[in-house]
């Protein structure tokens, strides 16, 4: 029974080590278009949005779907990312728990 505890105890331990990590991942996605790039850490914080130049002269719903794509990308990676993580912490790949 103690042994069972003092590995619950470890995996929080290491959860929490987790998320210190992501938060502190940073990472650069751009638009398929490249008007937009969006700046987020691994806990899915965006942290910056840049238009490149030439976005001032695009249409708005141009620029919407380049922030709505670049956004997206982002959360994908932040995904990714975070799998990655917990695969290395549980040496297993579970789908869908991130």
Not at 30 to 41: Q, R, W
Not at 78 to 97: C, V
Request: net charge positive; proline share 1%; glycine share 4%.
């Amino acid at each position: 029974m103690f042994d069972k505890m003092k590995q619950l105890m470890e995996m929080q331990n290491k959860m929490q080590e987790m998320k210190r990590e992501l938060e502190n991942t940073y990472f650069d996605v751009l638009s398929s278009d490249g008007l937009v790039k969006v700046t987020m850490n691994g806990a899915q914080e965006v942290r910056e949005i840049v238009l490149q130049s030439d976005a001032q002269s695009q249409e708005k719903t141009i620029l919407e779907k380049s922030l709505k794509d670049a956004y997206n990308r982002a959360i994908k990676r932040s995904h990714d990312i975070a799998a990655e993580k917990m695969k290395r912490i549980t040496g297993m790949n579970i789908p869908g728990l991130i």
